[in-house]
T-cell receptor
């Protein structure tokens, strides 16, 4: 099993550009989530999904969109990149959205200039 | 919504000593409390977790204790080793919300 994979590993965007961060898991997990990690602020939940076709907002959803058309994939879209979105982004998956270990992907380091 | 506070933000201990990191939470309905370790440049990985119906859990040199009345839980690492140096995050999950809220992290340095 590859576990949770993310692409790309690094990305530089200009302000106003859009892009999609890819996330996939091969563990047949129902729950998937996106976090951003900033120095001194821990991991903050952006969006999550409890199954294909079902998504909801986390703590910091503004400026990001998600969709979940399959169990395996959970892409994160930046609509119009801003310098405040410079961060490390982690995707995670879990058997269930409650009381189960989350498995994290390797992360995407995004810089917006 | 749920609020999680983690202390201290940095912790330095001598090799062989114990380290304790504490997290407090606000929602009494919270029922799952995992701890993650993140080495430099790596992804967070679960090291231990506890559920609300248990007061303490041990796994070799690490343990987690939960005080539901006071709404806090702690990570205990005994006989620390240099490879324990990392950032540790607590998290809280509340029944029915499908959200994991993380603490701000503790950078642990084990001095040889």
């Amino acid at each position: 099993n590859a576990g949770v994979t993310q692409t790309p590993k690094f990305q530089v965007l200009k302000t106003g550009q859009s892009m999609t961060l890819q996330c996939a898991q091969d563990m047949n997990h129902e729950y998937m989530s996106w976090y951003r990690q900033d120095p001194g602020m821990g991991l903050r939940l952006i969006h999550y999904s409890v199954g294909a076709g079902i998504t909801d907002q986390g703590e910091v959803p503004n400026g990001y969109n998600v969709s979940r058309s399959t169990t395996e994939d959970f892409p994160l879209r930046l609509l119009s990149a801003a310098p405040s979105q410079t961060s490390v982004y982690f995707c995670a998956s879990s058997y269930s959205g409650q009381n189960y270990e989350q498995y994290f992907g390797p992360g995407t380091r995004l810089t917006v200039t | 919504g749920e609020n999680v506070e983690q202390h201290p933000s940095t912790l330095s201990v001598q090799e062989g000593d114990s380290a304790v990191i504490k997290c407090t939470y606000s929602d009494s309905a919270s029922n799952y409390f995992p701890w993650y370790k993140q080495e430099l440049g790596k992804r967070p990985q679960l090291i231990i977790d506890i559920r609300s119906n248990v007061g303490e859990k041990k796994d070799q040199r690490i343990a987690v204790t939960l005080n539901k009345t006071a709404k806090h839980f702690s990570l205990h690492i005994t006989e620390t080793q240099p490879e324990d140096s990392a950032v540790y995050f607590c998290a809280v999950s509340t029944s029915g919300t499908y959200k994991y809220i993380f603490g701000t992290g503790t950078r642990l340095k084990v001095l040889a």
